[in-house]
């Protein structure tokens, strides 16, 4: 028998030819696909690209029987004693798993189009299959005259190879970043045309090895079924099926190559976990709600009115104000609407909505710089920008308009959209335009955005939805005390109105004021609730007529001295729910009707140990820049850092003795790896939670300590009010004022203080 190149040869052949015909001149014409074609030519291991084939076949509707498990056993026989010739198999066959990889993890494609691509390349497995078992065959079958020779391996078996690699690095479009934003229907065409071509050249070149190995290896192919011919047709099928699926391959791979540029532009982009839990509590405080109400939404008066359905429904309105007295539920009310956006919508073409509630005294959360930058990241990571290439070529245009220049590529020039607040809305606007739903922008405690006027934040915002269709629209909540129409009608309106300034406002701006007599309903409803639980332990529950009274009563004393304040009603109902000596009664009526005087008499009603703990306490979170741990609040209060900072178990004893104790050993290195267990640390969480319980809010997942808004409010009011005002605050229980160059806090409280 006459010498011949081995499979290895024709392999090694093949990939000197990939390399001068296609890799060349590719690199030649644009060096940045110099990684890729390394990438392909070093290869993969099997492995890897079953445990591919096993996830994507998990992925399918019919788990058992799929083109990427069959793909899956058809190289697991490569690995197994299925097929005992698979040792033949050269080395370089790992540029095949590599090309057959990149193929069925194309972009962003659908299971779908996935399953078929996993069809093909069980084809492109099975015709390497072949060669490895023709391989095989050559070294084990003795020479015999009256056999039809089999002699392939000189050009023909080295031209089939080419022609795997060949198709596998070409039906994986390598897009340069030029022409990912302008991909039509003419380069989908010559896609699809060059890659029958390929498979055509590619199945030709197959057929013919195989009507020669039919001939040759008749008898030991029926004997071992080993039915080549058989599975030609299959294979040529196959192979045909993915020319057929082009373009969904060319649409997957300009996907993804947009999805990682708006990926690199949005990590640049400042979305606070802080506003996450933040947004969280809030939504979790109106589930609750609304579990208690059987169902119903709250402030419901909201969508009744005027203003709300003509900003929701009419193409002219664009701009919702929602303003009013503090505490009256403009935050619920932004949260209501929130919940009815998303319930009265069309499924079909579900809305986006960005939204950021501001929180006053949390650094992260208390910025307009942080808000834009936290609505744009939320419109980038929304399911219907990706959903939409079109949108998704507008929003890479907007935040880099130099992605896919010649020369820059993908990097681009510096990301202009972040130069300023401005520039980022701009963004907001195009990319919001640009997706085919309605986008709704939320922004809610405009007045706890301790820079918006810096930063002209409202004519920002007001800009997102001028001179434009129904694509964006914007609704705002704030206090009345910042008289937010009138910055509506700040400097970039060139005008201040002096009379009704509603009247002034541009026809696509509504306002809706929250009174008492509009949050009647709701502010009703809360006390029946909270109330009923107060009267619950003091009323025998067969005493209907009796509760129901009593609760009517009371409900109606609290409701008059709230006047819509939610805040205060709270406050109230947890005044009369302390242990006190008191009768109910009493104690209804000399209800205080200040927030300041409630939170007194709570502090009042401590021991003169609590008292000194809580006013430190509070001093510490109130003042923070941002928010502050238990850990650092005992710190403090325990005057470790006057001590050097030494917050070992020295309480424990001394030093020497706690460090030859395995016991106090055991427990240093616990406290270390979990701080929050350390007693102390528990011991203060205890009073925070029993002692302070009208003051703070202690989440135990991040340790953080806050207290509400209008605790606050009542320690930070400033004292540039007159001395008679601030003789007033002294009396009511707080002042603070310089003296020596210091800042002193000054706290009322009872004799029994010292």
């Known amino acids: 028998m006459s010498s011949r190149k081995t499979l290895s040869r024709c392999f090694e052949i093949a990939q000197k030819r990939f390399k001068d015909e296609i890799a060349k001149p590719l690199l ?22 079953e445990k591919t084939c096993k996830d994507l076949s998990n992925k399918a509707e019919d788990k058992a029987n799929n083109s990427a498990a069959k793909l899956w056993t058809t190289l697991d026989q490569f690995r197994g004693a299925a097929d005992v010739f698979m040792e033949f198999a050269p080395e370089s066959i790992s540029i095949v798993w590599f090309g057959i990889s990149s193929l069925i993890t194309v972009g962003n494609a659908r299971v779908q189009t996935k399953l078929l691509i996993c069809g093909t390349c069980d084809s492109i497995a099975n015709i390497v299959g072949d060669c490895v078992r023709w391989e095989a065959r050559m070294h084990l079958s003795q020479s015999s005259e009256t056999l039809p020779q089999f002699d392939v391996w000189e050009s023909e078996m080295p031209n089939l190879i080419f022609s795997i690699l060949d198709f596998l690095w070409s039906a994986r479009p390598h897009l340069d970043d030029s022409r990912i934003k302008r991909i039509g229907s003419s380069i989908k065409d010559l896609f699809t045309k060059e890659l029958q071509q390929k498979v055509d050249s590619l199945l030709e070149q197959y057929a013919d090895i195989v009507k020669l190995a039919q001939a040759h290896f008749e008898e030991s192919v029926f004997q071992e079924s080993l039915k080549t011919g058989l599975k030609l047709d299959q294979i040529l099928s196959d192979m045909r099926k993915y ?38 509590a809030l939504n979790d405080r109106v589930d609750r709600i609304i579990r208690d109400r059987g169902g119903r939404l709250i402030t419901g008066w909201l969508f009744g009115e005027d ?9 002219e309105t664009h701009f919702l104000c929602i303003k009013g007295p503090r ?6 009310a932004m949260m209501s609407a929130h919940r009815e956006i998303i319930s009265a919508t069309d499924s079909t073409l579900p809305p986006v909505i960005c939204h950021f509630f ?37 929003a890479v245009e907007a935040l880099n308009p130099s992605f896919g220049t010649s020369g820059l590529g993908g990097g681009g020039t510096a990301a202009s959209f972040m130069t300023n607040i401005t520039s980022i809305c701009a963004a907001i606007r195009k990319i919001g335009e640009a997706i085919p739903n309605r986008l709704y922008i939320m922004i809610d405690a405009l007045d706890e955005c301790h820079d918006r006027q810096e930063y002209d934040l409202l004519q920002e915002l007001e800009e997102l939805v001028k001179n434009q269709t129904d694509g964006i629209k914007v609704i705002i909540s704030a206090r009345d005390s910042i008289d937010i129409v009138n910055e509506l009608l700040g400097p970039k309106n060139g005008q201040r109105s002096t009379g009704d300034a509603i009247d002034s406002l541009p026809t696509y701006i509504k306002v809706i004021e929250i009174t008492s007599e509009k949050n009647s309903r709701d502010l009703e409803d809360y006390l029946k609730h909270d109330v009923s639980s107060l009267l619950r332990r003091r009323i025998d529950p067969q005493l209907t007529d009796y509760f129901d009274l009593e609760l009517s009563r009371i409900v109606k004393i609290i409701k008059e001295k709230a006047k819509g304040d939610f805040t205060l009603a709270r406050m109230i109902i947890a005044n009369l729910q302390q242990p006190s000596k008191e009768s109910l009664e009493k104690k209804v009526q000399r209800l205080p009707a200040a927030i300041g005087a409630i939170y007194m008499s709570s502090i009042e009603a401590l021991s003169p140990d609590e008292q000194e703990f809580i006013v430190s306490a509070l001093k510490w979170v109130v003042w923070s820049v941002s928010g502050i741990t238990v850990i650092e609040i005992s710190d403090h209060y325990r005057e470790l850092y006057q001590r050097g900072g030494d917050t070992d178990l020295s309480h424990y004893g001394e030093t020497e003795q706690v460090d030859q104790n395995p016991i106090f ?12 267990q350390d007693p102390e640390i528990k011991d203060i969480i205890y009073h925070l939670e029993n002692a302070g319980r009208d003051f703070f809010k202690f989440d135990r997942n991040t340790g953080i300590v806050g207290v509400d808004i209008s605790i606050r409010e009542w320690i930070q009011e400033d004292t540039k009010l007159s001395k008679a005002v601030s003789a007033t605050q002294e009396a009511r229980g707080f002042n603070r004022y310089r003296e020596g160059g210091n800042t002193v806090f000054k706290f009322t409280l009872t004799r029994m203080f010292h």
Request: charge should be positive.
């Open 28 to 49: 030649t014409k644009d060096p940045k696909h110099r990684e890729a074609i390394e990438r392909f030519l070093f290869g993969m291991e099997i492995a890897a690209l």
């Open 243 to 280: 020319v057929s699926i082009g373009a969904d391959i060319i649409d997957a791979i300009q996907k993804d190559s947009l999805e990682v540029e708006l990926n690199r532009q949005q990590s640049k982009l400042t979305h606070p976990v802080a506003y996450k839990d933040h947004f969280n």
């Open 307 to 315: 203003a709300y359905t003509d900003w929701k429904s009419k193409v």
């Open 327 to 332: 505490g009256h539920g403009k935050s619920a």
């Open 358 to 394: 501001f929180k006053k005294g949390d650094q992260d959360m208390q910025n307009a710089r942080t808000c834009v930058e936290s609505v744009l990241y939320q419109l980038l990571s929304s399911n219907e920008l990706h959903s939409s290439i079109p949108a998704l070529i507008s």
């Open 665 to 676: 050993s055991k427990i240093r290195q616990l406290i270390k790896k979990y701080p929050y």
